[in-house]
């Protein structure tokens, strides 16, 4: 895993992790924050005991790209900022796919009229996509918006394959590593991930609560590589 060999798993510099329903985040000595998506099932692995990640494990995949994220999310001087809608031209688009349901990006999508296919193998949303159909909308599609979950449940390289050589890609949601490489090795057009204010304990606060990604947006910075 790319992230694991830039930023090896240390638990000496955690200061602080919140587990829950929803997501793990882990905070630095240094203040910042990484999230990762659980998928809905709670993490029982002790982010300050894990001496030799496997990633082969899911529990540790998902602290390995926390624990990634609050290094990398920080480390570029010239983010992008705002919601991946202000900052990407969807309507100029032929078709997007969306992999993963964002239920606030899809009702901008509905409200201007822009066509979107959008897949979930988790979710249950009347206008989702059959599964059966993603190989063949990924192929003729020139827009796709995957969600930074497919780095964890172990799907997005098969995704990445399948999508048309000509789209554009972009890599969302809280989970997302900003890290360059995914630009330059899987073709990625933009990464659109989260940081935190430092030492915003409140955060982790949320997180250990259960809450999910509208409980603790509001206290965070969206931005883009």
């Known amino acids: 895993m790319l992230l694991f060999e830039a930023f090896p798993y240390d638990a000496g510099k955690v200061l602080a992790s919140a587990c829950g329903e929803a997501y793990v985040a882990i905070m630095l000595a240094s203040g910042r924050i990484g999230v ?5 099932k709670p993490i029982e692995t002790d982010p300050l005991q894990l001496t ?9 995949r998902m602290l390995v790209t926390a624990y990634a994220n609050a290094h990398v999310n920080y480390e570029h ?3 992008g900022s705002g919601d ?14 969306m992999i993963g349901y964002f239920p606030p990006l899809v009702d901008k999508f509905r409200r201007d009229g822009i066509t979107l296919f959008p897949f979930d193998q988790l979710k249950s949303y009347p206008d989702l996509v059959p599964q059966s159909l993603m190989g063949e909308k990924l192929s003729q599609t020139d827009c796709v918006v995957i969600s930074a979950t497919s780095l964890i449940n172990s799907t997005f390289t098969e995704i990445i394959s399948q999508v048309n050589p000509g789209s554009e890609i972009y890599l969302l949601g809280p989970s997302t590593p900003l890290f360059e490489d995914l630009l330059s090795d899987y073709r990625i057009t933009k990464l659109f991930g ?7 304990f409140e955060v982790l606060g949320l997180i250990g609560k259960g809450m999910g990604t509208q409980s603790f947006s509001k206290k965070s910075f969206k931005v883009s590589l």
């Open 36 to 40: 990762c998506s659980t998928l809905g």
């Open 52 to 60: 030799s990640p496997d990633l082969k494990n899911r529990e540790h």
């Open 77 to 79: 001087a010239n983010l």
């Open 84 to 97: 991946i809608f202000e900052r990407v031209d969807f309507a100029s688009k032929r078709n997007t796919v």
């Open 194 to 200: 989260m940081t935190f204010r430092l030492f915003d």
